[in-house]
């Protein structure tokens, strides 16, 4: 069974609009969740982290968590064709050091 | 923005034979990681190493893998034989820091096929 499950598997959003990703995950003991960027050809980048319920914005991005009910999202406003890639929600575990990751969802920005 | 460095990055072998794959990870982390992804699948962790040891590992993490970071060089992977299950896009990571609070940051990957 995934620990961490992400929908949608692909998403398609104008220049300018809203992108929002999900991501659930199945294990309690997750504490640390992380949202990692990956273009074609490259290796995963963080986009960002949230360790605590609520909502965490950084600049086009914002990150929410709800942790009683294990879900974490992540909006991208104002979308920009560059924001094209595939977004990995990752999560772990208080005391270990290895990440369980989504299958990802591709997101496509169209200009 | 620090950069990890995977070489080779595609490496094509026949089943039985060894593979060494090579990370080249960001100079002062201390933490280093092997995951694998399968095409089409989510990347899974294999194994996690810090200070010349392996502190974590998965069940995917087989007999005949092994991990080593000699003298400060190379984090290398090796797979000794190789099964065609192996074939995998395999990457490296490495962070300052440890718990999950810690980012990692990943390098390009390694294309492995095993013939």
């Known amino acids: 069974q995934q620990k961490v499950q992400q929908s949608p598997e692909s998403l398609s959003v104008p220049e300018g609009g809203m992108a929002s990703l999900n991501c659930t995950s199945s294990d309690r003991n997750f504490q640390y969740f992380w949202w990692y960027r990956q273009h074609s050809g490259e290796g995963p980048k963080a986009l960002m982290s949230i360790f605590s319920d609520g909502d965490k914005k950084e600049g086009r991005f914002t990150a929410h968590l709800n942790k009683a009910s294990l879900h974490v999202s992540l909006h991208i406003r104002d979308s920009q064709p560059s924001d094209s890639a595939l977004y990995f929600c990752?999560?772990?575990?208080?005391?270990?050091?290895?990440?369980?990751f989504g299958k990802g969802t591709s997101l496509t920005v169209i200009p | 923005g620090p950069k990890v460095l995977q070489i080779p990055s595609h490496q094509i072998i026949d089943m039985g034979q060894m593979v060494t794959l090579n990370c080249d990870p960001v100079?002062?982390?201390?933490?280093f990681y092997w995951y694998k992804q399968i095409l089409g699948q989510q990347m899974e962790f294999l194994v996690n190493?810090?200070?010349?040891?392996?502190?974590?590992k998965s069940k995917l993490f087989k007999d005949q893998f092994s991990v080593e970071r000699p003298d400060g060089s190379y984090f290398t992977l090796k797979i000794q034989p190789t099964a065609l299950e192996d074939s995998a896009v395999y990457f490296c990571a490495s962070s300052l820091d440890w718990g999950g609070a810690g980012e990692q940051y990943f390098g390009p990957g390694t294309r492995l096929t095993v013939l």
């Open positions: 100079s002062n982390h201390l933490y």
């Open positions: 190493f810090y200070n010349g040891k392996v502190m974590e």
């Open positions: 990752a999560a772990s575990d208080t005391g270990y050091q290895n990440f369980y």
